[in-house]
């Protein structure tokens, strides 16, 4: 079993950033791979970003990629996800998950565990 925490959402305007931090427990932290995916009121989950066990390759999506930044440290059991130039658009519950194989990680269906999740809202 894995247990995933997150923090750092809040309210913030537009153009601004936030830090997102997951913390993970249960398991090996560093033979996991970590992704975040964000749901909007009346919208579906979606995939934002993820990352290898090792650190050393990421995924983005499209809305995200070049302001958003995800990492690890695998010696905290924690994966982070900056967020600058946050636009109204991001506004969302942020959710951080586990996966144990690593593949397909755009796919919601390919992680084990998932967080409770940590709201971010963007003002315009």
């Known amino acids: 079993q894995v247990q995933l925490v997150e923090s750092g959402g809040g309210l913030v305007q537009a153009g601004n950033s936030l830090r997102l931090s997951c913390a993970a427990s249960?398991?090996?932290?560093?033979?996991?791979?970590m992704g975040w995916f964000r749901q909007a009121p009346g919208k579906e989950r979606e995939f934002v970003a993820a990352i290898n066990w090792i650190g050393d390759i990421t995924w983005y999506s499209d809305s995200v990629k070049g302001r958003f930044t995800i990492s690890r440290d695998n010696a905290k059991n924690t994966v982070y996800l900056q967020m600058n130039s946050l636009k109204p658009e991001d506004t969302a519950v942020y959710y951080c998950?586990?996966?144990?194989?690593?593949?397909?990680?755009?796919?919601?269906?390919?992680?084990?565990?998932w967080g409770q999740g940590t709201q971010v809202t963007v003002s315009s």
């Open positions: 249960g398991r090996t932290f560093s033979s996991l791979y």
């Open positions: 998950a586990a996966s144990v194989g690593g593949k397909s990680l755009r796919l919601q269906n390919n992680y084990d565990y």
